[in-house]
């Protein structure tokens, strides 16, 4: 199991959802100056951040963004793909769950790796 490296509030959503992430299996980074949480398989490309961010298979990205009409923060999906890699396009951004259903970002963001990882 990996251990947690996060020194942050544990109330912060952000870190929230990196220890669920955790508690999952999966391994977490954290970058508060965008706001998002990478998730991804443990292994050897894990240790490795060039590595791990090679291929969008390999990691799954949450992104803390408030709701364009009630301005509640919200858990968004970032969906490089394999164009995000190779032409100038931008990334796509699905509305996932209130910030408050970290539980549940974590174990969707778990499934999506998963299944990822089968193909």
Same mark, same amino acid.
């Given at each position: 199991?990996?251990?947690? +490296?996060?020194?942050?509030s #544990?109330?912060?959503? !952000?870190?929230? !959802?990196?220890? %669920? !992430? ?6 977490a +980074?954290?970058?508060? +100056? *965008?706001?998002? *949480?990478?998730a991804?398989l ?5 240790? /490795? #951040? ?6 969008? +298979? ?7 963004r408030? /709701?364009?009409?009630?301005?509640? #923060?919200w858990?968004?999906?970032l969906?490089?793909g394999?164009?995000?890699?190779t032409?100038?396009?931008?990334p %796509? !951004?699905?509305?996932?769950?209130? *910030?408050? /259903?970290?539980? /549940? *970002? ?10 990822d990882?089968t193909?």
């Amino acid at each position: 199991m990996l251990m947690s +490296s996060y020194s942050g509030s #544990p109330l912060h959503p !952000l870190y929230a !959802l990196a220890k %669920e !992430l955790e508690a999952r299996g999966l391994g977490a +980074s954290v970058d508060t +100056s *965008v706001s998002v *949480v990478d998730a991804f398989l443990p292994g050897p490309e894990a240790a /490795d #951040p060039v590595r791990r961010y090679s291929r969008p +298979s390999s990691f799954q990205r949450a992104v803390l963004r408030p /709701d364009p009409i009630n301005a509640r #923060p919200w858990w968004w999906l970032l969906w490089p793909g394999e164009r995000f890699k190779t032409e100038n396009t931008e990334p %796509e !951004l699905t509305r996932l769950l209130p *910030v408050e /259903d970290t539980a /549940d *970002v974590a174990r969707r963001m778990r499934n999506i790796l998963i299944l990822d990882s089968t193909e």
